[in-house]
């Protein structure tokens, strides 16, 4: 399978001026396009620490990170964003919605911010919602949502641009077991259907088991890379 993230000798440190963290040491990955990996490892281990350098969200400190075959490293920050933008979609733990807004006005945002004309951001939104089964909720702000709920508006505007990747940082970990077994279901239904490509960190070995590919860190290293072969979903 074609890789659409790689990297070859990744190092992260962050220099605080008394001390040196070593948060990625040397790491070579490759990932291959319309997989579902689970990215997993105690805390600290440099989980997000990955995912933020693969997604160039933050820098590296030594080597190469491709993304669809572009060295994004050596994008400029406006570049990295602009890709971000048009080619990627974000999902984290506490939904990072903005509670004065609507579930509709939440997901169009990110088309909005980006240029696009508000009638097609509309159009777009309400077309996630209805994808993550929430279009009759669309009127609603996140307070008036349940927790998973929330989630789901979250994974709407995730998709809102049709990204190639989504990146999740514990997109279950402020959910209980069976509204985390529904997100699951949901994301693996869109790996399959829309053939996108998922990184997933958690510490939920039950949300791992969902992946095709489960891969386990421990003091900014790769240590375990279970794979079936192709990194999609059973």
Known sequence: ?????????????????????????????????????????????????????????????????????????????????????????????????????????????????????????REKALKALDLVGLKDWAPHVPAELSGGERQRVTIARALVNNPAIVWADEPTGDLDKKTSNGIMDLMCRLNKENKQTFVIVTHDPGVAARAGRQIRMEDGKIVKDYSNGDDSTD
């Open 1 to 121: 399978m074609m890789a659409i993230i790689s990297c070859t000798n990744l190092h992260k440190t962050y220099d605080t001026g008394k001390v040196k963290v070593h948060a990625l040491r040397g790491l070579d990955l490759s990932i291959g396009k319309g997989g579902m990996v689970a990215v997993m490892g105690p805390s600290g281990c440099g989980k997000t620490t990955l995912l933020n350098c693969l997604s160039g969200l933050d820098s590296v400190t030594e080597g190469e990170v491709y993304v669809e075959n572009m060295k994004i490293n050596d994008l400029s920050d406006n570049k990295k964003t602009e890709h971000r933008a048009m080619r990627m979609g974000f999902v984290f733990q506490f939904y990072n919605l903005l509670p004065v807004l609507s579930a509709l006005e939440n997901v169009e945002l990110p088309l909005l911010v980006s240029g696009v004309r508000p009638k097609v951001a």
